[in-house]
């Protein structure tokens, strides 16, 4: 039987508009087997999994766990572990660092102020300082979530690892498996998918100049959908590869007037946006967004015990108006 990823790879998927959303990612080590919930199913006490899970809904903070490229010998949990905060909108970005022997501490963390950009609670808890190193390039690795991810995710963190590229982790879900293998790097906070090893080292040295490659890039995390979607058709438009150049300051869902006869050419009650994006030089797009689905109906995931037709982002028209002076 064909994987999810091979399947959405032959009918050619659009991977646009389909990044995780978190404005603030925070990653803690832990070595070791996961689970399909690795917060609850690895050496991570399940009991401080469950809070962080709790204390994370609905302040833009996506918690994850990371652990070192290479074979994942069930030897308990190391004595201190690296956790990282990384902060993704455009002109605020930041990856904080800390090392920890305790991971109840991270219940003490502000994350409603974490996803604001805020890591002033991260510093004090955890002894946090700027990460200085290399971006971050975290890898999905977890087979016990979907196999793809195992199958092929594995390999590419490997061979990063190998190849010399420092700040590789595996992570435990970026989802989207049917992508995979799959990679987001960090402070910026864009996601890939379909990465192979070469594309990855491309993206990793244009993410140390503080560009961003398009090649299937799936969106900015700190984006919806749409927005991430409508982002990605503007740097395809004009070429604009600086990474925190551009930023989705407005989506406005469309409300469609059923008796307008362009209304009804139109795909019934599929939803429509329309996304302003804004350059820092004063210009601004306007973007028009509609969610298709993805056909023939698929296996989303390996796991899936029914077929779907995952939703698309579709981008419509996009259209500059005059310039109307610089952002401040």
Same mark, same amino acid.
């Given at each position: 039987?064909?994987?999810?990823?091979?399947?959405?790879?032959?009918?050619? !998927?659009?991977?646009?508009?389909?990044?995780?959303?978190?404005?603030?990612?925070?990653?803690?080590?832990?070595?070791?087997?996961?689970?399909?919930?690795?917060?609850?199913?690895?050496?991570?006490?399940?009991?401080?999994?469950?809070?962080? !899970?709790?204390?994370?809904?609905?302040?833009?903070?996506?918690?994850?766990?990371?652990?070192?490229?290479?074979?994942?010998?069930?030897?308990?949990?190391?004595?201190?572990?690296?956790?990282?905060?990384?902060?993704?909108?455009? $002109?605020?970005?930041?990856?904080?660092?800390?090392?920890?022997?305790?991971?109840?501490?991270?219940?003490?963390?502000?994350?409603?102020?974490?996803?604001?950009?805020?890591?002033?609670?991260?510093?004090?808890?955890?002894? $946090?300082?700027?990460?200085?190193?290399?971006?971050?390039?975290?890898?999905?690795?977890?087979?016990?979530?979907?196999?793809?991810?195992?199958?092929?995710?594995?390999?590419?963190?490997?061979?990063?690892?190998?190849?010399?590229?420092?700040?590789?982790?595996?992570?435990?879900?970026?989802?989207?498996?049917?992508?995979?293998?799959?990679?987001?790097?960090?402070?910026?906070?864009?996601?890939?998918?379909? *990465?192979?090893?070469?594309?990855?080292? !491309?993206?990793?040295?244009?993410?140390?100049?503080?560009?961003?490659?398009?090649?299937?890039?799936?969106?900015?995390?700190?984006?919806?959908?749409?927005?991430?979607?409508?982002?990605?058709?503007?740097?395809?438009?004009? $070429?604009?590869?600086?990474?925190?150049?551009?930023?989705?300051?407005?989506?406005?869902? *469309?409300?469609?007037?059923?008796?307008?006869?362009?209304?009804?050419?139109?795909?019934?009650?599929?939803?429509?946006?329309?996304?302003?994006?804004?350059?820092?030089?004063?210009?601004?797009?306007?973007?028009?967004?509609?969610?298709?689905?993805?056909?023939?109906?698929?296996?989303?995931?390996?796991?899936?015990?029914?077929?779907?037709?995952?939703?698309?982002?579709?981008?419509?028209? /996009?259209?500059?108006?005059? /310039?109307? $002076?610089?952002?401040?």
């Amino acid at each position: 039987m064909s994987t999810c990823a091979t399947v959405s790879l032959e009918l050619d !998927e659009p991977v646009a508009g389909t990044a995780a959303m978190a404005t603030t990612w925070l990653l803690l080590e832990q070595p070791g087997p996961w689970g399909a919930n690795a917060l609850l199913s690895s050496h991570l006490d399940p009991a401080v999994g469950r809070a962080l !899970e709790r204390a994370a809904k609905g302040t833009g903070v996506r918690v994850a766990l990371i652990r070192r490229p290479g074979r994942h010998a069930d030897c308990g949990t190391p004595q201190t572990r690296r956790v990282y905060a990384a902060h993704t909108v455009p $002109g605020r970005t930041w990856v904080r660092a800390a090392v920890t022997d305790d991971s109840a501490l991270l219940l003490a963390l502000d994350l409603a102020a974490l996803g604001r950009g805020d890591h002033r609670s991260f510093d004090a808890v955890l002894g $946090g300082v700027p990460h200085t190193g290399h971006p971050l390039a975290l890898v999905c690795t977890n087979g016990k979530r979907d196999r793809c991810c195992a199958l092929l995710g594995r390999p590419l963190a490997a061979e990063l690892a190998a190849s010399g590229a420092e700040g590789v982790w595996e992570v435990t879900h970026l989802g989207g498996h049917r992508f995979a293998p799959t990679l987001l790097v960090l402070p910026y906070g864009y996601a890939y998918g379909r *990465v192979r090893a070469h594309t990855a080292g !491309e993206i990793l040295h244009r993410v140390r100049e503080g560009r961003i490659s398009l090649r299937d890039c799936r969106g900015r995390s700190a984006w919806e959908l749409p927005g991430q979607a409508a982002e990605l058709a503007v740097r395809a438009a004009t $070429g604009e590869d600086r990474a925190d150049a551009l930023r989705v300051v407005r989506v406005v869902e *469309v409300v469609r007037d059923a008796r307008d006869p362009q209304d009804a050419r139109t795909d019934g009650a599929a939803p429509r946006w329309e996304v302003t994006v804004a350059h820092a030089d004063g210009r601004h797009w306007q973007v028009e967004v509609a969610q298709g689905a993805a056909r023939p109906p698929r296996r989303e995931s390996c796991g899936a015990s029914v077929l779907g037709t995952p939703a698309r982002m579709d981008v419509v028209a /996009v259209r500059e108006p005059a /310039v109307q $002076g610089a952002l401040a």
